[in-house]
């Protein structure tokens, strides 16, 4: 599938602040979803977004599904330690997952 | 949220061997299962896509008779890597695709091949 563009690239935090990254594409998906992935482990779910303007919240992160169905962005609010590692987003269309280069999020004490 | 697992999650082997993998839906039903190769700071490329029952769909550039998949029952799908090669050593990750059309991975299966 094709790549979609993600960014920033990568962020230095400072702990408590908010952080925030998009995703876009030139084609437009079904369904975008956000994932976690720690060193050495899978990618984890943290948000799946199914309608075009839907505005989704788990916990601290907050993900929208743009309009145009051809971006999405998350925001983390007040972050953590633990908020370290790469995020990906990924559109899905036709079941096959499209994904971005990801983010990597370091969080400065 | 759904549990998939990958067994094992880190294998060595000599160049010239077989290596099979299997992942696991162990809450749910996965009639779809993807099968993934994550190379050090880069995202997850999809190798194929297989169904339970029928034959494996591979993305082009992927070797079929290289990379083996078999999807037998809706819980299991296993990938060979069949005559493994230093070139094949990759971060190997499956994903099943659960009923809210929302797909879920497994923790990752690291291959070494020396």
């Known amino acids: 599938g094709q790549q979609l563009n993600q960014s920033p690239q990568s962020m230095f935090i400072q702990e408590g602040e908010d952080v925030s990254m998009n995703c876009t594409s030139s084609?437009?998906?079904?369904?975008w979803l956000w994932y976690k992935q720690d060193p050495g482990e899978g990618p984890v779910l943290l948000i799946a977004?199914?309608?075009?303007?839907e505005l989704t919240s788990n916990g601290r992160l907050t993900a929208q599904f743009g309009i145009t169905r051809k971006d999405s962005f998350l925001n983390i609010s007040a972050s953590i330690p633990s908020d370290v590692g790469i995020y990906f987003c990924?559109?899905?269309?036709?079941?096959?997952?499209?994904f971005g280069a990801g983010t990597t999020v370091t969080v400065r004490a | 949220g759904a549990v998939v697992s990958q067994h094992p999650s880190r294998v060595i082997c000599k160049s010239g061997t077989s290596v099979k993998i299997e992942c696991r839906s162990l809450?749910?039903?996965?009639?779809?299962m993807f099968w993934y190769r994550q190379f050090p700071k880069q995202s997850l490329m999809l190798m194929a896509t297989?169904?339970?029952?029928?034959?494996?769909?591979?993305e082009q550039g992927v070797e079929k008779d290289k990379f083996l998949i078999n999807h037998a029952s809706l819980t299991l799908s296993t990938l060979t890597v069949t005559s493994a090669h230093p070139e094949d050593s990759s971060f190997y990750i499956c994903?099943?695709?659960?009923?809210?059309?929302?797909?879920?991975f497994g923790p990752g299966t690291r291959l070494t091949v020396l």
């Open positions: 977004l199914y309608k075009a303007g």
């Open positions: 994903g099943g695709l659960a009923g809210t059309d929302t797909q879920y």
């Open positions: 297989s169904n339970e029952g029928s034959k494996a769909t591979y």
């Open positions: 084609s437009i998906f079904n369904t």
């Open positions: 809450d749910f039903q996965a009639t779809t």
């Open positions: 990924a559109g899905q269309y036709d079941y096959k997952l499209s």
